[in-house]
Every structure is written in C-alpha cells, then in structure tokens.
DNA sequence: CCCAAATAGGACTAAACTAGTCCTAAATAG
DNA sequence: CTATTTAGGACTAGTTTAGTCCTATTTGGG
C-alpha cells in the first residue's frame, strides 16, 4: 500500500551521493557512476531537484549540482514533492481539487487527519537521516542485472 | 504524493454504505446503486472485501454482504490492506523483498519509521470515521458525467 | 424439482501513468 | 572557439490500474 515511485527512491540515493560534498559541485556523469543509477535518469531527476530548489546547478564545463541546504534541512516530504508533486492520498483533499459534494462532507475530514499525520512523518525525517546508509535502491535491478550502490560513508 | 488508488478510494464508499445496516445484507447491486459506483466494480470490490474478511457474503437468492465487525473495529489501514496489499513505502521496506545489501544497510531505518508512521496514523481512522460523509469519490466522474453519491445518513 | 437471484473466481481489455531515453539549445571555462 | 555541462522538453516503451465480462456455484422460492 501507498508506495512513493521509483524515482522518488532514486531521488534520495541522488541526493544522498551530494551529503558529503557540500563544497565541491558533481556532474549528473559523476553521480551516475557513484550511484549506479542511468545517467540519463540521473539527468532527469537533478533537473526536477533544482527546479524545486533542492540542488543548485552551475552550467558549463566543470559545472554540477550541489545542495543548496544542510542535508538536515531537507526533509523527506521535500523529497517527495519535489519528484511527485504535491499530490494528496484522496483526489478530494489534493488542494487543487474540488468535489461537487464539498460543502456537506465529513468525510474529507478523516482523510485529512491520515494525510496531516503523513506529512508530518515525512517531515519529521531529514536527507542526514536518509543518507546513514543508502540501500534505498537496492532490490532494484538494471537490465536484470542488480546494481551496485557505493556507500559514501 | 503518495496516493492510495481509487479502487480503494470507491472501496470506502462502498463499506460506509454498509455501515447503519449491520442487520441486512445488500446485494452488489443495491450498493451500486446507493454508492453510485459501477456495478461490476462494486462487485470486485465486495469480493476482495469478503476475501479479507471485512465484510461477509451470503450466496444465492437474496444474499448480499454485511460488514463483518462493527464500524469502529474496522480501520483504515484495514481496508487499505484488503484492497492494495500490504506493499509498503519503499520496496526495500517490504516484508517480502530483500535488497542486497540489506546486512550493512541504515537507510531502511528511516523509510521504515515513515511507514510505522503512515500506519499507525490510518490504524487510528475508523470505517465509523469515514463514514460520517462520504464524499471520498466525487471529484471521480463515470464516462465524463460527474456521478452522484447519496448519503446514507 | 426447477428457475431466478446472487456470489465466486478469474480472464480479459483499455486507459492511464511511470520510467527511461534522446535531442536540441544555452551557458561557461579554458 | 571548442569542449563540457546543464535546461528543457518531446517521445517511447513498459507496467500498473481500472473496469468489464463470462462461467460456475449456491440457495431461496414457486
């Protein structure tokens, strides 16, 4: 029940790669070797990562990505809406959406709760906490063969 | 983020529907008809329903289903069992699956503590809780028209 | 005893979403 | 000026989810 995407996994094992590295930038090239992840997915997710503000990027030859916070200011619940928007567990208490039987329902209410409290789990943990190992990728495989994830710790 | 499915979604829709008829049984077709819900998915709901026990089924003529406990003994985390599985968070916080590097692996720690989270927040939501509106499907529509759910209470 | 009303179970289809790739443009260091 | 690297977006393939339908079984009632 109630997964986050693949690419919310890979997301995290990204941004774990950058901890250490407060300092120095790292090509998508970089982080894909340390990783395991494909490159271009890599390419992919560092994008939407800067968009949200995430990592910051330097363009041009010996350019990157790097945090832009503390790895103990980004929460898990950064993570995930940087890479699966902020979309809620019920259509109807999502914010954009409106259901016709809005004024006389109750229900959202108990939906509401539940999300608040989920929220407030993934706000809870850091990318620090996230990043004390990184076998969050793992079970994965690439073209059937399992990756090798590098610890960086 | 971290949608439950509409299956599930309808599948509230359907239980509250059963909620103030502990007594009598309701034919699939009579809750589709109540909820609003198409009937062959009403049906599939029912049967995984049954099949986890929230609610039990009478054969033949004049059968239907009835919920199996009392409201407030059925909680969210219940149905979304029943109806998603008890897949977790990450695959890597799965009961079933093993990641490679599971023997020096921290990471899972923190996913794993979301997800105690995450459960013991939809524990703490009863099928009584839901069921005070129920308005959890509309902003669905059935072949473009927007359906109409009828309270039950 | 037979028929109609129900559920059980599972096969199947279609639509939506996810993951992943690739291409072109813009920036920048040397 | 050229090699490197990010930005942005188009596109494809694969998986998952939603939804439908068919057949078998059970059971109440005429």
């Not at 890599?42 to 994008?47: F, N, P």
């Not at 503390?70 to 890479?83: G, H, R, T, Y």
């Not at 539940?114 to 073209?143: Q, W």
């Amino acid at each position: 029940m109630l997964r986050i995407s693949k690419l919310t996994d890979y997301g995290t094992v990204v941004l774990a790669s950058l901890v250490d590295r407060k300092d120095e930038v790292s090509s998508a090239a970089e982080i894909a070797a340390r990783t395991g992840v494909a490159p271009p997915t890599v390419s992919k997710l560092l994008k939407l990562l800067a968009k949200a503000k995430l990592v910051s990027s330097t363009r041009g030859a010996n350019g990157g990505y790097r945090l832009t916070r503390a790895p103990e200011d980004i929460s898990a619940a950064d993570i995930v809406d940087a890479l699966e928007g902020p979309v809620s567990i019920t259509e109807c208490s999502a914010s954009d959406s409106h259901c016709a039987y809005e004024e006389n329902c109750d229900t959202g209410d108990a939906w509401q709760r539940i999300n608040r409290a989920i929220r407030s789990a993934l706000e809870d943990v850091s990318l620090r906490d996230l990043a004390k190992g990184t076998c969050t990728a793992p079970k994965m495989h690439f073209g059937g063969t399992p990756i090798t994830i590098e610890r960086t710790n």
